[in-house]
């Protein structure tokens, strides 16, 4: 099982920003996958969830109209979006292999992409 | 949003020592909690899920107990590569919220 996530991103605030997760060696279709935020210095953030099979998607309130989750199960690859960046979004993000049927956990992780806003 | 409450937030502690950590759910998570292992610059590794299960590939001085809204994840020995920041998340309900993370650090 893997899970590989484009690279770092320098952007400028207002500017738009789609960051991928591209899974391989397992069934992407039948397993969550989330994405979870570490601003610098700091703790894991749950930002929300995405079953690729049908694209159900669950937010945390926190993130609720501030990024958009999708994903392209044809290309095994989930996706993290913003449509005006802020200052304040540069952080680590990372997605993570969700697995059910051990409650929940995130049982793999990718490397992270670095995202960083400055005018 | 249940809120996880770790502590403490951080410790200093000796090889060999036995070390453990809490944390604490706002209301009952049955037993839907994950802990995770994180060093600096790398992505976070699930070492516990379902309050105490050991994921493959982790050392047995890791264990996890607790159930409802109390939970512990305790380092029966202290070895050198075990000095990191770790965070516990419940999987109970979305939003599935993370601890604020406790800091190992050597003493």
């Known amino acids: 099982v893997q899970l590989v996530q484009s690279g770092a991103e320098v952007k400028k605030p207002g500017e738009s920003l789609k960051i991928s997760c591209k899974g391989s060696?397992?069934?992407?279709?039948?397993?969550?996958v989330g994405w979870v935020r570490q601003m610098p210095g700091k703790g894991l953030e749950w930002m929300g969830i995405?079953?690729?099979?049908?694209?159900?998607?669950r937010y945390s309130p926190s993130f609720q109209g501030q990024v958009t989750i999708s994903a392209d199960k044809s290309i095994s690859t989930a996706y993290l979006q913003w449509s005006s960046l802020k200052a304040s979004d540069s952080a680590m993000y990372y997605c993570?292999?969700?697995?059910?049927?051990?409650?929940?956990?995130?049982?793999?992780w990718g490397q992270g992409t670095l995202v960083t806003v400055s005018s | 949003d249940i809120q996880m409450t770790q502590s403490p937030s951080s410790l200093s502690a000796s090889v060999g020592d036995r070390v453990t950590i809490t944390c604490r759910a706002s209301?009952?998570?049955?037993?839907?909690l994950n802990w995770y292992q994180q060093k600096p610059g790398k992505a976070p590794k699930l070492l516990i899920y379902?309050?105490?299960n050991l994921q493959s590939g982790v050392p047995s001085r890791f264990s996890g107990s607790g159930s409802g809204t109390d939970f512990t994840l305790t380092i029966s020995s202290l070895q050198p590569e075990d000095f990191a920041t770790y965070y516990c998340?419940?999987?109970?309900?979305?939003?599935?919220?993370f601890g604020q993370g406790t800091k190992v650090e050597v003493k």
């Open positions: 993570a292999r969700q697995y059910i049927a051990n409650g929940g956990n995130l049982d793999y």
């Open positions: 060696g397992y069934s992407f279709t039948s397993h969550w």
């Open positions: 995405i079953y690729p099979s049908d694209s159900d998607t």
């Open positions: 209301q009952s998570i049955s037993t839907y």
């Open positions: 379902v309050a105490s």
């Open positions: 998340q419940q999987s109970y309900i979305t939003p599935q919220t």
